[in-house]
């Protein structure tokens, strides 16, 4: 029942994340973060991300561990870790499918086995140790950008987790509104902050996609939903985002396919296969669709 897949990352079950320790370090001090603007040069987090959409957990865990050990007062390091035990739990599942996304029972009410216990503990840990920062970050400048968008990106990837996996709807409910509240505040400032809106356009879509008289309850926690200015915002952050880019395509394509979109759904498709070869989950739908 609510926005469904959400950002994406690295990691092998089994590894555990270290996360910042509760005594002062040097992040404490205002001043000591690696960088105030998530878009400034970040090579390994940006090769870890193309490695995750390539289905290359492994090494793309390495690439955001290596970031991390090396820019430790820099949440993103560990914003994106998480996304990456959620991201191989989804593909362990087939969420990022249209056989999940395009039945109503699976997308609304969630997977059907348990998630792995190791990925859960590396996920739950590397939240924790990202938000951490990011709120001690927020406490110094509260128009930090990059500590808001690591905060709009890890309490997103909470909610998936609780909605898909745990299936626990209320607690993700709450953690919506708290993802789209540090979205909002980061675009305040960043209007052109493309990643911001993954978050925005797939909460907007799966609500609007709700049947009227559960969309009617929601409203009552104040979230609605619209289809429509979903996809537009999907297809803003499928054109304009960095981190997340692909992964808007992905969700944009999977929701133009519930539409009957298919031209635009085999467009985005072409663009990931072509991209990301080594990924044949882009191709199996691509053929599903039928390649025109």
Not at 66 to 77: A, I, K, V, Y
Not at 82 to 93: N, R
Not at 222 to 247: H, N, V, W
């Amino acid at each position: 029942m609510i926005r469904s897949l959400a950002l994406a990352i690295v990691a092998v079950a089994g590894m555990f994340v270290s996360v910042p320790a509760g005594n002062a370090g040097p992040c404490d001090i205002p001043g000591s973060r690696s960088s105030e603007n998530p878009y400034a040069a970040k090579p390994q987090i940006d090769l870890g991300f193309n490695l995750l959409y390539g289905s290359k957990f492994a090494e793309a865990r390495d690439q955001f561990q290596s970031w991390q050990e090396s820019n430790p007062c820099d949440p993103l390091g560990y914003v994106a870790m998480a996304a990456g035990y959620l991201f191989e739990e989804f593909h362990k599942q087939n969420v990022l499918t249209s056989d999940f996304f395009l039945d109503d029972k699976r997308l609304f009410g969630g997977v059907q086995n348990k998630p792995d216990e190791g990925r859960t503990m590396n996920f739950e840990a590397a939240i924790r140790g990202g938000k951490a920062l990011a709120l001690k970050h927020l406490n110094d400048d509260p128009r930090d950008a990059n500590a808001l968008l690591a905060l709009a990106i890890a309490t997103g990837l909470q909610a998936d987790f609780e909605i898909i996996l745990a299936k626990r709807q209320k607690r993700s409910l709450s953690l919506i509104k708290e993802s789209e509240g540090y979205a909002k505040r980061l675009l305040e400032s960043q209007p052109d902050n493309a990643d911001a809106l993954l978050s925005l356009g797939a909460t907007n879509y799966i609500i609007g996609s709700l049947p009227a008289y559960k969309r009617f309850f929601l409203r009552f926690g104040r979230i609605k939903g619209d289809k429509r200015l979903g996809m537009e915002q999907l297809q803003t952050a499928s054109e304009k985002g960095r981190y997340l880019k692909p992964l808007a395509a992905i969700f944009l394509a999977l929701a133009a396919m519930r539409e009957e979109q298919d031209d635009l759904a085999r467009s985005l498709l072409r663009d990931l296969v072509a991209r990301f070869p080594e990924n044949s989950l882009y191709q199996k739908e691509l053929d599903r669709l039928g390649d025109l």
